[in-house]
C-alpha cells in the first residue's frame, strides 16, 4: 500500500471528495461533511487543503496540481467508496495514508472501498450507521433567499422577444451573488408534487423569501402582494406588461433596448441595491395599498345595461 512520506513528520492533509472530480458533482451535504472535517484539522492545528473540479471551483487546487504537493494524508469525505474515480485515488496518490470517513460502504470488498487504509463509515450495507458529518459544517453566513420567476417564451411579442438573452445574461449576474437561489413557478399543478396547487401555497413561498427576481408579471406583482421586493426585468425590448405593471406600481423595472440585449451589471447591481435596503420598506408599503380598481370597473359594467343587437 506504500509508505507513508512527508518533510519533518508533519502531517500534510489533502481533504478530498465527489466535489473533487472533473466528472464528479459538488453537493450541499458532501461539501458541508468536507467542511466539518476541515474545521475539527484547525482545531487540531493540522495543515490542509482541499481538492475541488475545476467545474466547481476553478480558482482552487485541483487533483492534478495536489499529486506535486507532497502531502502525507488524503482525507476522502461523505459519498460513497465506488466507482473508477474513486479507485484512481490510490493510484494517483500511493504514498499517501489513505482514510475514509463518512462514506457509505456499498460494498466493502470493492477495489475502490479496499484501496483505504482505513474506513470511518456513516454506514455500512446491512448494518446501522454514525451521524453523517455535513451537519458539523460551522455555521454559515446570513444570506438572503432570492426566489427567482422567469417568464417562459412569449410568441406574441415576435421580433421583440429578448428573453433568451435576458435570462443568460440575468442567470450569470445573479451566479455572482452572494445568496440562496430558489426556482418559483407561478404555473399551478394539483396533481404535480412539485408545483403549488393555488395562490395560497404560491404566497407560502414567496412571503418566505427576501428578495425576488423575476422576468414574469406575476412574478413582480405576487412578490408586491406579499410585501416582498422584486428585481423585475423586462424581457420584451422596449418594455411591454412587466414595466407597465412598475408603472402601475410606482416600482422600478429594468427595461432592455433589443432582443439581443440583456440589463446592465451595474444597473442590476444599484436594483439590488435598492431592493435590499430601501425596497423592503417600499414592497411592505405597496402591500398594505388597496387592490386594483379593474374589479370595480368590472362591477360598473356588469351593472350596466347591456347595448342591443350585442
Known amino acids: 500500500m506504500g ?21 464528479g458533482e459538488a453537493t450541499a451535504g458532501d461539501v458541508g461533511a468536507a467542511e466539518a472535517v476541515c474545521a ?11 481538492a475541488w473540479s475545476p467545474r466547481f471551483r476553478p480558482e482552487g487546487i485541483g487533483l492534478d496540481q495536489a499529486r506535486k ?30 482514510i475514509a470517513v463518512g462514506v457509505s460502504a456499498v460494498d466493502p470488498d470493492d477495489a475502490a472501498a479496499r ?24 455555521t454559515g453566513r446570513d444570506v438572503p433567499v432570492v426566489g427567482v420567476v422567469q417568464a417562459p417564451g412569449q410568441p ?11 435570462h443568460r445574461r440575468l442567470g450569470r449576474w445573479l451566479a455572482g451573488r452572494d445568496c440562496a437561489r430558489v426556482p418559483l413557478d407561478t404555473r399551478l399543478d394539483t396533481r404535480d408534487g412539485l408545483h403549488c396547487a393555488d395562490t395560497a401555497q404560491f404566497d407560502a413561498l414567496a412571503a418566505r423569501t427576501d428578495l425576488v ?24 425590448a422596449g418594455g411591454a406588461k412587466v414595466a407597465a ?15 439581443e440585449h440583456g440589463p446592465d451589471p451595474e444597473d442590476l447591481d444599484r436594483l439590488w441595491h435598492w431592493c435590499r435596503n430601501e425596497g423592503r420598506r417600499a414592497a411592505r408599503a405597496r402591500a398594505a395599498e388597496p387592490v386594483s380598481p379593474l374589479t370595480g370597473e368590472l362591477m360598473a359594467a356588469l351593472n350596466t345595461p347591456a347595448p342591443q343587437g350585442r
Open 40 to 50: 475539527e484539522l484547525d482545531t487540531a492545528g493540522i495543515t490542509h487543503e482541499t
Open 115 to 138: 484501496g483505504f487504509h482505513t474506513i470511518l463509515p456513516r454506514d455500512v450495507e446491512g448494518q446501522g450507521g454514525q451521524r453523517d458529518l455535513a451537519p458539523g459544517a460551522p
Open 213 to 236: 427576481v423575476t422576468t414574469r408579471l406575476h412574478g413582480l406583482v405576487l412578490a408586491l402582494r406579499n410585501g416582498v421586493p422584486a428585481l423585475a426585468v423586462d424581457p420584451v
Open 69 to 98: 504537493r507532497g502531502h502525507t494524508d488524503l482525507v476522502f469525505v461523505s459519498g460513497p467508496v465506488s466507482g473508477p474515480q474513486v479507485r484512481n485515488l490510490h493510484r494517483n496518490f500511493p504514498h499517501c495514508r489513505r
Open 156 to 166: 406574441e411579442y415576435g421580433t421583440r422577444s429578448a428573453h433568451a438573452g435576458v
Open 3 to 23: 509508505e507513508r512520506t512527508g518533510t519533518g513528520g508533519q502531517a500534510r492533509v489533502l481533504v478530498v471528495g465527489w466535489f473533487s472530480f472533473v466528472d
Open 245 to 259: 405593471q412598475g408603472l402601475a406600481w410606482d416600482w422600478p423595472v429594468l427595461t432592455v433596448d433589443g432582443p
